[in-house]
């Protein structure tokens, strides 16, 4: 019996990309709060926005995520070591002492940095999906030390299955001749060639997704790789709160513009699966999958987990809009344009959409020139729309996966490391996981104190009575308009009827 997943991590020194992420930070969280001997990590952050990679780390640190490390060990943050670079560089940028001491130093790699986008141009997203896979797996041949190196995929990478299994399909362009291809084709010819190339395939993210896994098989040749493909990532589960979530992708911004009364329809097909999976499961099975990789028997190819929920707990997306559509009266936002209430529909509705949608959004923008400020609920409602009709591929297509290897490494795992690291999606409970996803959103994402929600269900109350006063108003006044008409059409029936027994009557006189 190996030993315990968190003796694994003692006195190891870790390299991880991808730290500035939402599944990023949720995994260096983690290690640090169960893994305290860890000799050191390694953080590959570029600078961004005016911030080098110090400062980056610092405020990534400083976050509310954070906060019971904090408490337990003020000086954590010696142990996080920033090393600046970029995954589209050769060699990331690294400069040359820091590539030594990574080199030399590392025991285990995780691998998450990526750009997630779905409509990033092909070029792009090969550099950054691909080639940075390349990179990783060159500098991972030069550690002496290497035990696990691990790469965060995705579940969608092959949709264009029937059935998704844990293997690598070799079944696209062989990525070298796709990367050659890249360097003499110019920006128009590479997208003419896109849609060909990505076939069933919805967008560049999952094409090169798959392009990377390609990569990891051919090129990576007995390391001790395993790939983790976890579905459609969202709010923290338990840990290290319930809730937390810190970005809007996935099914989160939809949530958001939910609760606040913007997104009044939405296409997605209430039967269809929605294979959610919280940000700290996902990272369980991470940690997880890299103890398994170490005490694997010496292995050629790596190991693939897909981490989904819908094989074991299946959960719809008609469920998905009633609780977040419930939750979001019973944890209102401080702020909301209109009511909460959205309706499902598994094909686009024009009319609908232009009347709950744009026609509101031209008043209020319309108001707001009048009023001398910028209007910005059209261009607001134009992204809306653009990130809707992006995701409208997960939310309309039923996917089947298998997870024998997922269920494996479960099984594989003592007790203690089941409590220490839960990833088993049969004990997660629908309900009580979108409500604290609600909350985690307005505590969280909107930085809504929550000793304010009182307030908000006050104004949400007076919100709820205009609406229905609103309502009254216009039923009322249809209906005078209804009858109102209805006197003037007997009026007029009436002078008919009067002229015409007049005319009758003096026809009558005048006849002989």
């Known amino acids: 019996m190996p030993p315990s997943i968190k003796h694994l991590y003692a006195g190891q020194t870790i390299f991880i990309t991808g730290v500035s992420g939402f599944l990023g930070k949720a995994l260096l969280e983690k290690l640090l709060r169960v893994a305290p001997n860890i000799e050191r990590i390694y953080v ?17 640190l400083q976050t509310k995520l954070f906060d019971s490390i904090r408490e337990a060990s003020p000086n954590f943050t ?4 920033p090393i600046f670079g970029d995954i589209t560089l050769e060699n990331y940028g690294i400069c ?10 590392t025991d285990i790699v995780f691998h998450v940095a990526a750009t997630i986008k779905f409509d990033e141009l092909l070029r792009k997203s090969i550099l950054q999906n691909v080639v940075s896979v390349q ?26 299955k029937e059935v998704i299994e844990e293997v690598i399909y070799s079944d696209i362009v062989p990525p070298q001749k796709l990367i050659d291809a890249m360097s003499w084709m110019d920006d128009d010819m590479i997208s003419q060639v896109t849609p060909k190339l990505l076939g069933r395939l919805p967008n560049t993210y999952t094409f090169t997704k798959k392009l ?21 990532i969202g709010a923290s589960w338990k840990e290290p709160v319930s809730g937390w979530i810190d970005n809007y992708y996935g099914g989160t911004a939809a949530m958001v513009l939910v609760a606040k009364g913007l997104l009044r329809r939405i296409v997605a097909k209430e039967k269809c699966k929605a294979d959610l999976v919280p940000v ?7 940690i997880a999958a890299c103890w398994h990789a170490v005490h694997a028997s010496k292995q050629q190819t790596p190991l693939i987990y897909n981490c989904c929920s819908s094989p074991d707990n299946p959960f719809v997306w008609g469920s998905w809009l009633s609780l977040t559509l419930k939750n979001s009266y019973e944890f209102p936002h401080d702020q909301v344009f209109r009511m909460p209430s959205c309706s499902m ?16 959004a031209y008043i209020v923008d319309a108001w707001r020139f009048v009023c001398g400020k910028k209007p910005r609920l059209i261009n607001e409602y134009d992204r809306i729309h653009r990130s809707m009709t992006a995701f409208e591929y997960f939310t309309c297509t039923e996917f089947k996966w298998t997870n024998k290897n997922a269920k494996k490494l479960w099984q594989t795992m003592t007790p203690e490391d089941h409590k220490e690291f839960p990833f088993d999606f049969t004990e997660l409970n629908w309900e009580s996981y979108i409500s604290n996803y609600c909350i985690g959103i307005k505590r969280y994402l909107m930085n809504e104190d929550l000793s304010n929600l009182p307030q908000a269900k006050k104004k949400m109350a007076r919100r709820q009575h205009i609406r229905w006063g609103t309502y009254a108003l ?18 007029l029936w009436l002078s008919r009827i009067n002229t015409y027994l007049k005319t009758t009557r003096t026809l009558l006189l005048i006849s002989p």
Not at 97 to 104: E, F, K, M, Q, T
Not at 214 to 221: D, M, N, Q, Y
Not at 280 to 286: A, K, S
Not at 479 to 486: G, N, P, T
């Open 78 to 81: 010696e142990k996080v070591i």
């Open 96 to 105: 040359e002492s820091d590539l030594c001491d990574i080199i030399a130093n």
């Open 345 to 360: 529909n598994g094909e686009t509705n024009r009319f609908h959409l232009f009347m709950q949608h744009w026609v509101p």
């Open 44 to 60: 590959l952050l570029r600078p961004k926005k005016g911030q080098q990679p110090t400062e980056r780390l610092k405020t990534i």
């Open 212 to 232: 990377a896994e390609i990569v990891i098989a051919t090129e990576g040749l007995n390391l001790p790789i395993a790939i983790v493909r976890p579905s459609i």
């Open 280 to 286: 700290d499961y996902t990272v369980n099975m991470l």
């Open 135 to 160: 990179t990783m797996i060159r500098i991972c041949k030069r550690m002496p030390k290497l035990k696990s190196y691990v790469h965060v995929s995705t579940a969608f990478c092959n949709t264009d």
């Open 474 to 491: 216009l039923v009322f006044i249809i209906w005078r308009v209804i009858f109102s008409k209805s006197m003037w059409d007997k009026s």
